[in-house]
Nanobody, 120 residues
Framework: QVQLVESGGGLVQAGGSLTLSCAAS????????MYWFRQPPGKEREFVTS????????YYADSVKGRFTISRDNAKNTVYLQMNSLKPGDTAVYTC?????????????WGQGTQVTVSS
């Protein structure tokens, strides 16, 4: 029922910045907590960050804390992931998810993912 479409991925040099967007369908976007995951090549998917429906609370994995910022614009049905000080280890397919829960899940709907490549 909820469709999520990521955009903004691409190639960036180490130390650079990139901002991803995730656009959601529906009229109840503010009722959903939103999440970002990533999957490096040949590795398992890992949690990156999450944000509450109102945008008032956020949670970050230790690996990205201080470098990445999650935000949302409920009027545009869009969640963002601002990535600064990028490292080659950040190279992955980044996917957004949505759920009617808290910062820790559940993850009910998933986007298709967008590729982020960080060169050294």
């Amino acid at each position: 029922q909820v469709q999520l479409v990521e955009s903004g991925g691409g190639l960036v040099q180490a130390g650079g910045s990139l901002t991803l967007s995730c656009a959601a369908s529906g009229r109840t976007f503010s009722s959903y907590a939103m999440y970002w995951f990533r999957q490096p090549p040949g590795k398992e998917r890992e949690f990156v960050t999450s944000i509450s429906g109102s945008g008032g609370s956020t949670y970050y994995a230790d690996s990205v804390k201080g470098r990445f910022t999650i935000s949302r614009d409920n009027a545009k049905n869009t969640v963002y992931l601002q990535m600064n000080s990028l490292k080659p280890g950040d190279t992955a397919v980044y996917t957004c998810a949505a759920g009617r829960g808290n910062l820790y899940g559940p993850y009910d709907y998933w986007g298709q993912g967008t590729q982020v490549t960080v060169s050294s």
